[in-house]
């Protein structure tokens, strides 16, 4: 089925560690986002990516790097995880024209202690 | 900078009665998208409506319609005839203006309550 794949679903992580999320989509859309959920604050962007080989910040991009070697990928890393990462992270993507939502994954539930 | 403001923390609403769900935004452009998102208790993100900054009538899709006030900057989303499968949170969002067509800007949500 067509749609924004997300790897791993859940995962718990030591302070200090480091990981990487990956997001993969298959409906040739040119932009990917990454969104945390935290309660009460909605979802918020962390970077986005308008095309293969570009990046950009969003609101919260601190502590976090993302790259976006292949139009369909796009990974979100964490150097050194903080228990404040602690949250439910949201890859999504879609067409550039602003007619069109976003296509979201199932979200990675991330625990840092 | 764009924002988007949900009032409502939380609402309930008795099954087969209709419920408004209250979003207003702030942008200083003409051009722009409203959406609304919907998140039930398994964590997923299902897209709901649409209304375009320059689209005159409301949208609808089914049972949602989007009460779309420009000169309040106000964004509302009716669900009619409510059912219990309709509980869950619901997020407004907003894409261009300001913040330009990149992003997606989302308020905190309301977690809707249907009972029977």
């Known amino acids: 089925n067509a749609g924004v794949t997300q790897t791993p679903k859940f995962r718990v992580l030591k302070t200090g560690q480091s990981m990487t999320l990956l997001c993969a989509q298959d409906?040739?859309?040119?932009?990917m986002y990454w969104y945390r959920q935290d309660p009460g604050m909605g979802l918020r962007l962390i970077h986005y990516?308008?095309?293969?080989?570009?990046?950009a910040k969003g609101e919260v991009p601190d502590g976090y790097n993302v790259s976006r070697l292949k139009k369909q990928n796009f990974l979100l890393g964490l150097e050194s995880a903080a228990p404040s990462q602690t949250s439910v992270y949201f890859c999504?993507?879609?067409?550039?024209?602003?007619?069109?939502?976003?296509?979201f994954g199932s979200g990675t539930r991330l625990t840092v202690v | 900078a764009q924002k988007i403001t949900q009032t409502q923390p939380g609402m309930f609403v008795q099954e087969k009665e209709a419920v408004t769900l209250d979003c207003t935004y702030d942008?200083?452009?003409?051009?722009?998208?409203l959406f609304w998102y919907k998140q039930p208790s398994s964590g997923e993100m299902i897209f709901l409506i649409y209304?375009?900054?320059?689209?005159?009538q409301n949208a609808t899709e089914g049972r949602y319609s989007l009460n779309f006030q420009k000169a309040r900057k106000s964004a509302n989303l009716v669900i009619s005839a409510s059912q219990l499968g309709d509980s869950a949170m619901y997020f407004c969002?907003?894409?261009?203006?300001?913040?330009?067509?990149?992003?997606?800007?989302f308020g905190a949500g309301t977690r809707l309550a249907v009972h029977p």
């Open positions: 999504a993507s879609s067409y550039s024209e602003e007619v069109y939502g976003y296509t």
């Open positions: 409906m040739n859309h040119e932009y």
């Open positions: 990516s308008v095309g293969e080989g570009t990046t």
């Open positions: 942008t200083s452009d003409q051009s722009y998208g």
């Open positions: 209304q375009g900054s320059y689209d005159e």
């Open positions: 969002a907003m894409r261009g203006g300001s913040g330009g067509y990149n992003k997606l800007i």
